[in-house]
């Protein structure tokens, strides 16, 4: 937490730590994907590493993630109540909190379309 201001930072990738869970959605076309929703707004986007050889993935690292959604100024200004995937376009989500929707793209931080 930043000193002084009782809020989590969400402006660092170190910080993912410091989130609370609202909502996921896990992929159903197989991907191995899941998308997290948060109490502040910024969504999280996990994968499966690929495995080879029939190896087991290491025990806590079953998803991991190497982007924050939302971070850039771009999240929600509140919690995330709802995480939807796309049926067939299946890089897309929708989420839904603070009286607003957003459509996300998997790969980019920021919304590619916002309602207000």
């Known amino acids: ?17 410091l989130l609370n869970a609202s909502c996921f959605e896990i992929s159903s076309d197989g991907t191995n994907r899941m998308m997290i929703g948060t109490e502040q707004g910024i969504l999280l986007p996990l994968k499966k590493p690929k495995v080879q050889g029939g190896q087991q993935p290491v025990p806590g690292n079953e998803f991991n993630s190497n982007m924050v959604l939302g971070k850039d100024g771009e999240a929600h200004h509140g919690p995330i109540l709802s995480i939807s995937q796309h049926r067939k376009q299946t ?3 929708l989420t839904v909190g603070d009286w607003s929707a957003k ?14």
């Not at 459509?103 to 207000?116: A, Q, R, V």
Request: aromatic residues 8%; contains cysteine.
């Open 91 to 93: 890089d897309l989500f």
């Open 1 to 17: 937490m930043k000193k002084g201001t009782g809020k989590p930072r969400t402006t660092d990738i170190d910080a993912c730590e």
């Open 103 to 116: 459509i996300w793209h998997e790969e980019t931080n920021t919304p590619i379309y916002s309602t207000t």
